[in-house]
């Protein structure tokens, strides 16, 4: 996160840092008790390894009361994703057990109607990716308000140059943006999640290149699909 500060911690009890091998690789939020939602992309170099989940945390390394790691039983990249655009860049964690509920630990809820978030929106997005273009990597929550910008303008020729989908949408990227790490994290507007971060590589703080998300909305029938279908 640029351009933000340190969240209040655990006021976003459904926060998740998907790692391997101990280290943070991209955010998250838990949308049922054994499922997280994150971006397909953060699965690009992990060469088939399965992430493990941290919830309740603020701190990345610090003992905090609820803070625990899950270990993942299955992920389930949507089948549209790919390395080559930012489609369908949604990934489905199930966790090996349902998780303990508590104060720091709560499901979000996202947006099944599918109507596009008005611009000018105020939204928040948190995470731990980096806080500032020398990639200064925090230990704690950070987070940001931002407001959602049209796709038309996101789809300007000097900003994505109309590659933004009506699946996706976007916030104002001057100064404070989104970054590296952050990735996975949702839009929340109004209390509910409305988008997840795309994981495409994708420059910082430039107000010419607008941070990416795919709306949830026209994802929630598979979403519920992959949740019904899979054991438990
Ligand atoms: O955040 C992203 O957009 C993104 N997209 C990806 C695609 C493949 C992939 F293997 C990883 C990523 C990844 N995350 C990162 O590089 C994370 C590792 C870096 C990081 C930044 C700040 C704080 C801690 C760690």
């Known amino acids: 996160i640029l351009g933000g500060y340190e969240a209040k911690p655990h006021l976003k009890p459904y926060m998740a840092s998907l790692q ?4 943070h690789v991209c955010g998250g939020f ?5 499922w997280v939602l994150s971006a397909a992309h953060c699965t690009e170099d992990t060469d088939g390894k399965l992430f493990q989940v941290l919830l309740g945390a603020h701190s990345l390394t610090e003992p905090e009361p609820h803070k625990r ?3 993942v039983h299955a992920q389930f990249p949507h089948p549209g994703s790919n390395i080559h655009n930012n489609k369908d860049d ?3 964690l199930q966790l090996e057990e349902k998780v303990e509920l508590n104060t720091d630990v709560q499901v979000l809820r996202f947006q099944r109607e599918d109507n596009d978030v008005p611009p000018d929106t105020m939204c928040e997005v948190a995470g731990w990716g980096t806080t500032s273009h020398s990639g200064r990597r925090p230990d704690r929550l950070q987070q940001v308000e931002r407001p959602v910008i049209s796709r038309y303008v996101c789809n300007h020729r000097t900003r994505h140059d109309g590659t933004i989908t009506k699946n996706m949408m976007c916030t104002d990227s001057r100064r404070k943006d989104t970054c590296k790490g952050d ?3 949702p839009l929340v507007c109004g209390g509910v999640a409305e988008g997840v971060l795309t994981a495409g590589s994708r420059v910082c703080g430039n107000y010419k290149k607008p941070a990416i998300y795919t709306r949830i909305a026209p994802y929630a029938a598979w979403i519920d699909s992959v949740m019904a279908s899979a054991d438990g």
């Open 69 to 71: 790691l899950y270990r």
């Open 30 to 34: 838990l949308i049922a008790e054994q």
């Open 20 to 23: 391997l091998d101990g280290q």
């Open 183 to 185: 990735s996975g994290g």
């Open 90 to 92: 949604l990934l489905l």
